[in-house]
């Protein structure tokens, strides 16, 4: 026969994918002529098409015994003992076909893809140049030498390799898919995805291109784009778990709750150890309000993966809402055990720690999530927020740490400030703009609603920025009172700061201050031209960006708090506060005493606003009225250690058990409300005063004693008792406060007629007035935005 025809039919049977028939000719040959080196190199080949590693190693080995010229069966041997891992091996047999044929590009390039995966990153690209010597043609070279300059952050200079990979060889998908990667990297997303569709219409089956491109979406909040593309890759290939935990986590953000636990269920179905799918299960059921099912996917996920610190964090998070403290800083201390960087888990200990009134410790842990990542503002403002409980600081001390918070955080954005193209016209429509992550039940939304639900829309054009976590039934009250509803979790302070400069709001009020949710750092930013403070904090934000902060003539008397304001002072007329009373409120009931035959104090205050003079004053009250009792409700008491300590101080002072009842959850907000039918004369909080918890009680009849202090924090009481018509009720210092209690409890009668009258005081007060109050605020906000245009307009002149 003749042998170089038979070689020749054994390779096109090779190249035709007729494996079978390629080796019968090969052994054929190879009976006749065991030698035959190109013959053995060819079944080499063949094998390693078969994934058959071990025999196609065998036979390259061979070929190149016979025949140690022949150059491509040491880049072959190469290539496969690269794949089985042997990879100096590899090296060897790349660098013995470089040594036959030095122009021979293949050698090169998959020698230096081998270097780079040793780790030599310069060496890889230095091959991948030679590659591209010898053949400018090779597309393989362009890609790896695109990964090279990648991996050297050189995107801009990969980019042209990637895009010469592609015209080459059109249907090569990892180039395609390298440069989707770069231009990501380089913030060209568009782009990308024009690359991403590409690929699609190359192949119409595609997973990978369907998932990567709904990514894209997801994160750009195109959330029905993401779900169409993702549901496309689960039909291409339902058997992919992670599609279906994808899903799930783009309807969560879509908010179609009961759809995102049903592709976690799904991909728990594929994946029962998945940990991350019952993690976020967890986290769906949390924000549905089912605390415990969510409990119960999160231990499930820790049971999957014992080193799951998220899990541990979100578990513990949902202890702390239920007032279980100690189990919740034991979860968030497993995460520190195991992962001793995780600077979340140091805040929320720090945080749990503050509402058991353990201050020190609590700033302790902050600050250690700050030494972590000094860039951490949510640990600072925590900070920030747990030394107004903390009696041993002094207000200067408190405003000088706020100060430090601006230098830190606010001075490295001042370069960052939209500028602003707002019309400077005095008495047109403007532009309102209020951020706050408690657009829900929540004690900010009581003195909130009344004002968005009575703005003059005509005059004034409102814009609401939700960073709500857990939408309720007022959420969607508040998004009706709203022109435009933004919703802004998951974007970055600096996304948030370019819509808002984009809507061209005029005033944006931050109602937060250093509380949970914050966002400080837009408004460091500067995307609006006028910008205030209000109600959601009681100090100073530290942020010279913040050009007001509102107030009024009680809680900040002219002349005496102006010191301890990075912001200017804008002073409200009689409140800087208008509540709104639950509309469900129970009726008011006959004065317990009368029931009881005991007076009955009572606070409902967060127990972190209990401090050690607090409990002082408590102990003599009951004391000097040795009948009383007095009932404390807060969300920490529902921990047995905070219960037990709680009860300690009172035992320590001779005050038995059975005077003290400690309360913490109750099932609705009638419920709470209606426990003020127990209570015959509420007790403030000093130095942090009450707001809410004072509102309510007077609504519900009950008489709030407070303490007046020097700062605005310890005002608040006085400003809510004053604008009710009850200064009587104001003390100048503690042994007033705690005359004015007991002298209250022996007075049945003025009792019976608070009980009669303080509903319909508060009724009638500035305090309820949402009307008259909004008229007010927005007389003010029309002020501000008057002298800001009379400074635009002078700017404006002076620099033509």
């Known amino acids: 026969m003749n042998i170089n025809n038979v070689i020749q039919s054994a390779f096109e049977a090779y190249q035709a994918g007729d494996m079978s028939k390629a080796e019968k000719i090969c052994k054929k040959i ?20 078969n994934g058959k590693h071990s025999l196609a190693i065998t036979y390259f080995q061979k070929a190149v015994q016979l025949n140690p010229m022949l150059t491509q069966a040491h880049v072959n041997l190469g290539k496969v003992l690269q794949e089985n ?36 990153i310069e060496e890889a690209g230095a091959c991948y140049k030679r590659a591209l010597d010898c053949d400018p043609g090779l597309a393989l070279a362009h890609n790896n030498m695109g990964v090279y300059l990648e991996k050297k952050d050189a995107y801009e200079q990969a980019i042209p390799h990637f895009l010469k990979a592609i015209r080459l060889k059109p249907n090569f998908m990892e180039a395609h898919f390298n440069l989707a990667s770069v231009l990501l990297k380089i913030g060209r997303v568009d782009d990308a995805v024009s690359v991403y569709r590409n690929i699609i219409h190359l192949n119409p089956d595609n997973t990978d291109a369907y998932m990567e491109l709904g990514d894209i979406y997801h994160k750009k909040r195109q959330l029905e784009s993401a779900v169409e593309c993702l549901l496309k890759a689960l039909k291409l290939n339902p058997g992919l778990f992670y599609i279906s935990y994808n899903l799930g986590n783009i309807l969560k953000d879509k908010e179609a ?97 503050k509402d058991t009134g353990n201050f020190d410790e609590a700033e302790r842990y902050f600050r250690k999530a700050l030494q972590i990542q000094p860039d ?37 954005l001042a370069t960052h400030h939209f500028p602003h193209t707002n019309e400077p016209v005095p008495d047109r429509r403007l532009r309102i703009g209020y951020i706050s992550p408690d657009f829900r039940r929540h004690s900010v939304a009581y003195f909130l609603e009344p004002v968005l639900s009575a703005h003059t829309h005509d005059n004034f054009e409102i814009s609401c920025y939700s960073d709500v976590v857990v939408p309720d039934e007022m959420t969607k009250r508040f998004q009706g009172y709203s022109d435009h509803w933004e919703v802004i979790s998951g974007q970055s302070d600096g996304e948030v700061a370019g819509l808002i400069q984009k ?56 002349g005496t708090t102006e010191h301890l304001y990075s912001e200017r002072l804008l002073r409200l007329p009689e409140t800087f506060l208008c509540f709104l009373p639950d509309k469900d409120s129970p009726d008011i009931g006959p004065l317990p005493v009368l029931t009881t035959g005991h007076i ?189 245009c009379e400074t635009a307009s002078k700017n404006a002149y002076r620099f033509r």
């Open 30 to 49: 190879l009976a006749r002529t065991p030698g035959n080196s190109d013959v053995i190199h060819l079944l080499g080949a063949l094998y390693y098409q």
């Open 85 to 120: 891992g042997q990879i100096d091996e590899a090296i060897a047999c790349y660098e013995k076909a470089i040594a036959l044929a030095p122009h021979l590009a293949m050698a090169h390039n998959n020698l230096g893809f081998v270097l780079q995966e040793k780790g030599l």
């Open 257 to 353: 709750f009961d759809e995102a636990i049903q592709f976690y269920q799904k991909a728990l179905e594929l994946n029962p150890s998945y940990a991350a799918a019952y993690n976020n299960m967890g986290n769906v059921l949390r924000i549905q309000g089912h605390m415990s099912d969510a409990i119960v996917n999160y231990r499930k996920a820790i049971n999957v993966d014992p080193r799951y610190t998220h899990a541990y964090n979100n578990l513990g998070n949902v202890l702390k809402t239920q007032g279980q403290l100690s189990d919740a800083i034991v979860n968030y201390q497993k995460a520190i055990d195991i992962d001793p960087q995780y600077i979340h888990a140091y805040n929320n200990i720090g945080s749990a720690l």
């Open 376 to 412: 951490y503002s949510t640990a600072y403002s925590n900070t920030l927020l747990s030394m107004h409980y903390n009696n041993r600081y002094s207000p200067g001390s408190v405003f000088s740490a706020h100060i430090q918070f601006a230098e830190q955080f606010e001075k490295p």
């Open 503 to 558: 809507h061209r709001i005029d005033i944006l009020i931050d109602l937060s201050g250093h509380t949970a949710g914050n966002r400080l750092l837009v408004f460091a930013q500067k995307p609006a031209p006028v910008q205030a403070s209000w109600i959601g904090y009681p100090a100073t934000t530290g942020l010279s960006s913040l050009d007001y902060k509102i107030v009024d003539t009680y809680t900040d008397p002219p």
């Open 600 to 788: 009955t104090f009572g606070s409902f205050n967060n127990f972190s606003k209990i401090s050690p003079d607090v409990f002082r004053g408590w102990h003599t009250i009951l004391k000097k009225v040795p009948a009383a009792r007095l009932i404390m409700k807060a969300k920490s008491l529902a921990d047995e250690t905070v219960r037990e300590y709680v009860m300690s101080l009172f035992r320590d002072e001779g005050i038995t058990d059975d005077r003290v009842e400690l309360l913490s959850w109750t099932k609705s907000p009638q419920e709470h409300l209606d426990l003020y039918n127990r209570i015959d004369i509420a007790l403030d909080t000093f130095p942090y005063n009450g707001t809410t918890t004072t509102c309510e009680a007077l609504w519900m009849g009950v008489p709030v004693v407070t303490l007046q202090g020097d700062i605005h924090a310890s005002r608040v009481g006085s400003s809510l008792l004053s604008n009710v018509g009850l200064p009587k009720l104001i003390a100048g210092n503690q042994e007033e406060y705690v005359d004015i209690s007991v002298a209250l409890a022996h007075d049945r009668e003025r009792l019976k007629t608070f009980r009669k009258s303080l509903r319909d005081l508060m009724a009638r007060s500035p305090l309820t007035d949402s009307k008259g109050f909004t008229a007010t605020l927005e007389m003010h906000y029309r002020e501000i935005w008057r002298q800001w």
